[in-house]
């Protein structure tokens, strides 16, 4: 979890880095500070189980087992991105690892994680569907359409907020009266827990749990991850001027960091050493400039084929 973490880290910053070069030609909403939620939840999930995402999706796909330098690729709108070049940072699809899909609409991924889970449940097959949303996700009314069906046909899907107290610039005590997405479930008659987002091994842990659930038919289960982005909404910068929060509440979270704490507490438990996470730290850097190489030099879709698998 620690070197996922990581990768999802340095691939993110690498982006933030080259992005002011403009020839990413895609809007891009980053997940550093956020890297805990996606990876504590995809490490308790199987390959053929199926996730679904929104416009911050890079995390998600990473953590789900998706090849980054396809990712790049994507970004960069080339033949070779993950959806050929034609889906941008907002858009990211891959059925080998299970992303199944991502959309920029606020809350589209949760009826598409019931629509799964249903599908599944069929097919009597055995995959389970994961949901990841923001917390302006559960002020659309599909959220709570979802989770009403999903609860009363016991659907094996996990509903996951990643809860960063932003929908753009508009804290959440200024959209929702009350604090408590978490204690929604409880209308719907399903469990849901509120959690450190930042805790990756707390977010895997109660998501181990919400599988089991869902493996045995119980049902679907709502995990709030409180947790912080570090740059603005959508764009590689910080955004301390914009004056929607202030540079001490970024700096709070920062010392939260959800790679640092993770790895303090991997080398405080004598789990590993420093010269251990050094070897993949520069494995993952060495990732991070082949992946930029290799995509920056491959080729754009060819012309033919520009309105194929576009809808
Ligand atoms: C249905 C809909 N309404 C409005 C928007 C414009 N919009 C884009 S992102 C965003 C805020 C998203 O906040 P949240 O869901 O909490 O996710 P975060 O960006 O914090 O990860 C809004 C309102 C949209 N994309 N879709």
Redesign the pocket.
Known sequence: MHEMMLRIRKFEEKIADVYPEQEMRCPT?L?IG?EAAAVGVCAALQREDRIFS???CHAHYMAKGGDPRRMIAELYGKKTGCCGGKGGSMHFTDESVGMMGTS?????SIPLAVGAALASTMQGANYLAVAF????????GVFHESLNFAALKRLPVIFV????????Q?P?HKRQVIDNIYQRSAIYGIPGERLDGNDVLAVYQATCQAVKRCRQGQGPTLLECRTY?WRE??GPNYDYDMGYRTKEEVEEWMAKCPVNGWKNKLLNSGITTEIELDKIARKIDEEVESAFKLAKADPFPDDADLLKDVF
Do not use: M
């Not at 920029?104 to 589209?108: E, L, N, R, Y």
């Not at 949303?133 to 659309?140: I, L, P, R, S």
């Open positions: 909403h997940s956020q929104t416009h911050r920029a609409i606020v809350g589209a949303f923001g917390d302006a996700g559960v002020e659309q907020c990643e809860n960063n107290l932003y929908a753009t508009t959440l982005r909404h959508v």
